[in-house]
């Protein structure tokens, strides 16, 4: 998974509580990245971070926060205003973030559901 | 808006045979496409990438190609192993505003090899 750690690895939330997704990196990389995925889909981008203490929202940002505080930490809230939780989450990283050819490089993910 | 997607869902081979994986995008500004392999429970692994000034990559078992004309791009993967059971994804860069970095991803295909 290339130095990309993301915890726990399952979680289980009940309705109407908040939840904290880990994402840590030991690449250096600047740009980091929040997916979601649903099952028999493709991934769909939920926060970006191109450097330190900024970020954008991605595709489908409403419901979820971020912060960017570490280079190495983007740590992914999943707030009781997300309707439909329940999905796979992948965090990834590249080196530069606005490079055309900067490859980006995924943890093994968190599969969130909710009770 | 612009997306990628794939032209078949699902593959299915038999062990030693060659792959052919496509994906049609529709952003002709795309300028760096990337495929992935996503096996079940894990993150989306590298694969290999290509950049539009290009027409073919190769890497160890596996080559990209690119038909801008068409706006097609395909993974072959050579004398095909069970292991290589997984879901292949394109995903495309686009050089443009503040795209750069930001991936936006094709449905995926599973590819079954049978022994």
């Known amino acids: 998974d290339g130095g990309i750690t993301q915890s726990p690895k399952y979680l289980f939330r009940k309705e109407g509580q908040n939840v904290t997704l880990s994402c840590e990196q030991n690449?250096?990389?600047?740009?980091m990245y929040w997916y979601r995925q649903d099952p028999g889909q493709g991934l769909r981008l939920i926060y970006y971070s191109q450097i330190v203490n900024d970020f954008q929202k991605g595709d489908i940002a409403e419901g979820y926060s971020v912060s960017r505080e570490k280079k190495e930490s983007f740590p992914l809230t999943v707030t009781s205003a997300q309707k439909n939780p329940t999905a796979f989450y992948l965090c990834?990283?590249?080196?530069?973030?606005?490079?055309?050819?900067?490859?980006?490089?995924f943890g093994p993910g968190t599969r969130l559901t909710v009770l | 808006g612009e997306s990628v997607g794939l032209h078949l869902p699902t593959l299915s081979v038999q062990e030693g045979d060659n792959s052919i994986i496509n994906c049609a995008y529709s952003?002709?500004?795309?300028?760096?496409f990337i495929w992935y392999k996503q096996e079940s429970g894990k993150g989306p692994q590298f694969i290999i990438d290509i950049r539009s000034n290009m027409d073919k990559r190769q890497g160890q078992r596996v080559t990209v190609l690119l038909n801008k004309t068409v706006k097609h791009l395909s993974l072959q993967i050579a004398a095909t192993q069970p292991g290589d059971s997984a879901v292949y994804f394109c995903?495309?860069?686009?050089?443009?505003?503040?795209?750069?970095?930001?991936?936006?991803f094709g449905q995926g295909t599973i590819l079954t090899v049978h022994p």
């Open positions: 990834a990283s590249s080196p530069q973030g606005p490079i055309l050819t900067d490859t980006q490089y």
């Open positions: 995903a495309e860069n686009m050089a443009r505003g503040t795209s750069y970095g930001k991936l936006t």
């Open positions: 952003n002709s500004a795309s300028d760096y």
């Open positions: 690449l250096n990389h600047d740009a």
